[in-house]
């Protein structure tokens, strides 16, 4: 369900300066293209996608990520919230310390009633810095495969499907998930 076009033909910034899709030269990306985020003062600003589903009552969302230089303060937020039949919304995430590294991250969601659909989201936890993010992706049930539900998860149609917002209350109150 990934879709979008070229990052080729795009340059430019999502909504928010902070985040910035990039070709990068590294054998460790996962993808030829990553979503770098940046900011030079503390920020709660996520990436986020809303993904219709039919079935299921467990998703997991997970995508590759690595700080731009060694930093113990370089955390990345990520979160997955889903949504019933009823509108009733339950909340995952949680915060992850990065490495030079691409390392796999990821958050899962269950709920006892049939998920109708899921956002997720991914960016700073109150913090600032550079990191890097690709191959986003949400797999049904506890673990990942090569399947992917989100749309652009490898960041190659620049910010195509992703919008900006802000961390939890955002998601949990106001998303017309």
């Given at each position: 369900?990934?879709?979008?076009?070229?990052?080729e033909e795009?340059?430019?910034?999502?909504?928010?300066?902070?985040?910035?899709?990039?070709d990068?030269?590294s054998?460790e990306?996962?993808?030829?293209?990553?979503?770098?985020v940046?900011?030079?003062?503390?920020?709660?600003?996520?990436?986020k996608?809303?993904?219709?589903?039919?079935?299921?009552?467990?998703?997991?969302?997970?995508?590759?990520?690595?700080?731009?230089?060694?930093?113990?303060?370089?955390?990345?937020y990520?979160?997955?919230?889903a949504k019933?039949?009823?509108?009733?919304?339950?909340?995952?995430?949680?915060?992850?310390?990065?490495t030079?590294?691409?390392?796999?991250?990821?958050?899962?969601?269950?709920?006892?009633?049939?998920?109708?659909?899921?956002?997720?989201?991914f960016?700073?936890?109150?913090?600032?810095?550079?990191?890097?993010?690709?191959n986003?992706?949400?797999?049904k049930?506890y673990?990942?495969?090569p399947f992917n539900y989100?749309?652009n998860?490898s960041?190659?149609n620049s910010?195509?499907n992703w919008?900006?917002?802000?961390?939890?209350?955002?998601?949990?109150?106001s998303?017309?998930?």
């Amino acid at each position: 369900m990934i879709s979008g076009f070229s990052l080729e033909e795009v340059s430019g910034y999502f909504s928010s300066n902070s985040f910035n899709v990039e070709d990068i030269e590294s054998s460790e990306a996962k993808t030829d293209y990553a979503c770098r985020v940046s900011s030079a003062e503390p920020s709660t600003d996520t990436q986020k996608q809303t993904v219709t589903v039919n079935d299921g009552n467990a998703y997991t969302f997970s995508l590759y990520a690595k700080s731009a230089e060694a930093s113990t303060t370089d955390k990345l937020y990520v979160a997955i919230t889903a949504k019933d039949e009823d509108g009733s919304k339950t909340l995952e995430s949680s915060s992850f310390s990065l490495t030079e590294d691409f390392e796999q991250y990821s958050v899962t969601v269950k709920k006892d009633t049939e998920i109708t659909s899921v956002t997720v989201e991914f960016g700073f936890d109150e913090n600032a810095g550079d990191f890097y993010v690709n191959n986003a992706q949400l797999e049904k049930g506890y673990g990942t495969a090569p399947f992917n539900y989100i749309k652009n998860g490898s960041f190659n149609n620049s910010n195509e499907n992703w919008s900006t917002a802000t961390i939890v209350d955002e998601t949990l109150n106001s998303e017309p998930v």
